[in-house]
């Protein structure tokens, strides 16, 4: 049998961008290159009498001519010096708004943590208080050059603070996550990795970490995003129920790139928050990407930290330059946020992510782009400080603990709410029992198997927190905007609701079921053996502690679902549009979802076996996932033993098996191709037309979005540069069935 070698080139065509307009940087560069790399933006007034390399450009402020300033120039709310102001307005003898008690994670090429807006040291007592290197593996994620400086600059806007500059945020502390080497190359399982070490890490330092910047990122497309998504998506989701919010960049490639209207990866993601730049004008940036509804503040000329190295090691690391590029824009709102989650705990208001992000949509100035009709949303820092403190998703749930003798009683078999906010508890353990506001309704279950119980919230954004019974239940539940009606029945009774936005049902112990149906927007399915979420725009249903979940998302929309393993052995079974996880216990099935993402990592002897449709389908393994997709689905499975695929539709399909254990064995036959790891799992591929291998392979190479500084120079062609850079984005994670491997096909 003959395998095929897998050979990855790694060059220009395998990176992921920093994302600012840069260029390359290498410490041995003239310098007058370097300041127009940086776009310093000296002052070219014929007052300045600057000239040369100034290391700390905070005495030589840019100088602006009376004429050329309009009421234009205020549109866009400047937030470092709103910041600076809402810290000023704090009454003597309380603590300013400046992001203390919180610790932010950013992500990117280090810190140098020895500037003097970043603390001079690094650990406890210092600004920087940890990290990670992930480039080299130690616990140094110092921002070295050559390449370094774009996380110095990044950790600034966050929370730099000096005698002439302050970033928005500049009590918070920070950790410092290497993700780039020296020459500003990289590999995606780094980043991976950081989202992994912040949750495990997320309450290990004196405060917590509340926030991520994430200012890198990557122009994917149709078919390489899956495969992004599958290696990145359950860690950004993970963090995103920790109640960590990351912010990440919207890109900078408008204008030059055949998806000008599409998010790089991961700000295209559901669990992040994206972030445009915008300019003086309060228009979006010619360069930064759009979407609807993208949250946007300036990212031009926006001066922050950077190491000495930039400048050519003078031993003082006092640096300042001014940068453009939707990094710049991204740290800027993420500090903010982490100055409404303060203003919130002092107000006494819970501050969840979706709070804390609906503070600050409430008090953004909408705008629509001229160029796209998409509209954007405007970061105006002291609205959303000052916004009355009122979240109708924080609820109050009515006390339980009132005696009883406090407490009005009703005996009804009919329920109509108000149009207020308001918050219920179902209580089925003693017969049917509605609790809200100190009021109890109790329901006579007597006939309602034929009429059955109907309990209509009203209007109102409301909640609905059902207990359940020793008995078997049975629970649908729709959007309550559908037509369809939400049910819960027994052997004894059935009830009707209506008008719940959100429901949390808690099995009793019975044999329960729940079924859950999907809005006609994306929703988004997180199911375990113990809990499962499923959520949209205006409604979410929790199901805890019920063994068997059926979710359908037939209503419409782009649709993803997570599923969870057990700790036991489970089975995972996939066919186009239907997805099931079983275990002993529990089962899991998803119908209808154009995304599946499962795993396996809570233990047991997993297996998966996966089935083509009748189009053409494509299936790529490796020893941690596999991926299988075809016309309108996908779906990924990770950290499963024994994977299985079967291809009996119609269509030509391809699967492409990967192996990094130099002990695997490799079987072939006329109509099957399987790889067994030298720990026994095994990947077998039967009746696919197309079957590749690949030996030893290697995990895609990140790099930072910049082409050789050199080669960029030798060229004063600019739309060819931007040409070549938009190559060089839109190649990346393409390592799944990439046009760069030379392969040769199995059985050919």
Known sequence: MKISDHHQDIGEADVIELCEERLALSASLPSDLLLEALSIGLSDDPLDTTSG?????????????????????????????????IRNLAAPGTSPLNGSGQTVAVIDSGVAWDHVALGGGFGPGYRVVGGWDFAENDANPYDDGPAGFHGTHVAGLLAGQSDSFSGVAPGADIVALRVFDDAGMGQLNWIEDSLKWVHENRNAFESPITTVNLSVGAALNADNLADAMSILEDDLQLLREDGILVFAAAGNFFGNSVTDTSLMYPAASDAVVAV???????????????????????????????PDHVYGWDGKVNDFASLNGTSMATPQIAAASMLVRQAMIDEGVEPTPDAILARLRDSTVTRIDSVTGASYNVIDL?????????????????????????????????????????????????????RSGGNV????AADSLTTPIVIDVGAGADSLHIIGSTEAERLVMHPSTSSEASR?????????????????????????????????????????????????????????????????????????????????????????????????????????????????????????????????DTMSVSSSRSIISGPGYQVSARGFDSVEAYASGAGHDTVNIYADDANSQWD?????????????????????????????????????????????????????????????????????????????????
Do not use: C
Not at 564 to 576: F, K
């Open 53 to 85: 390399i100034n290391s700390d450009l905070s005495s030589q402020p840019e100088l602006h001519h009376a004429s050329q300033v309009t009421d234009a120039d205020l549109a866009t709310p400047d937030l470092i010096e709103q910041a600076a102001g």
């Open 441 to 444: 309704y109790r329901f006579d």
């Open 488 to 616: 819960l029945s027994t052997n004894t009774f059935e009830i009707e609701f209506r008008g719940v936005e959100s429901v949390v049902f808690d099995g009793g112990g019975g044999s329960d079921r729940a079924t859950l149906y999907d809005s006609s927007g994306d929703d988004t399915l997180r199911s375990g053996p113990d809990k499962t979420v499923l959520s949209g725009v205006g409604f979410q249903f929790e199901i805890n502690q019920v063994s068997r979940i059926y979710v359908h998302a037939t209503g419409g929309g782009e649709d993803q679902a997570f599923l969870n393993d057990s700790a036991g052995d489970d089975l995972l079974a996939v066919r186009p549009q239907f997805t099931s996880l079983r275990s002993d216990t529990s089962f899991q099935a998803a119908y209808g979802f154009e995304r599946v993402y499962a795993y396996a990592t809570a233990g047991g002897n997993d297996t998966a076996t996966l089935y083509d449709s009748d189009g053409d």
């Open 668 to 748: 072939q036959t006329s109509d099957r191709l399987q790889w067994t790891g030298s720990d026994g799992t095994t990947r077998i591929a039967r009746g696919f037309e197309r079957m590749q291998a690949f030996e030893q392979y290697e995990p895609i190479a990140i790099a930072p979005q910049s082409l050789n500084f050199a080669s960029m120079i030798a060229s004063d062609d600019a739309a060819e540069r931007l040409r070549r850079e938009r190559l060089a984005s839109q190649a990346v994670f393409e390592w799944l069935g990439s046009k760069k491997v030379s392969d040769t096909f199995l059985g050919e």
């Open 276 to 306: 445009g730049s915008v300019n003086d004008l309060g228009e979006l940036s010619s360069f930064s990407q759009r979407d609807d509804g993208l949250l946007a503040t300036s990212g031009e000329s926006v001066r922050s930290s950077v």
């Open 382 to 434: 002291q609205a959303a400080i000052s916004a009355a403190a009122t979240d109708p998703t924080d609820a109050i749930e009515p006390d339980d603990t009132t005696e009883q003798g406090e407490q009005t009683e009703f005996n009804l078999t009919h329920f109509t709410g108000t149009s207020d906010n308001e918050s219920f508890v179902l209580d089925l353990t003693n017969g049917i029992e509605l």
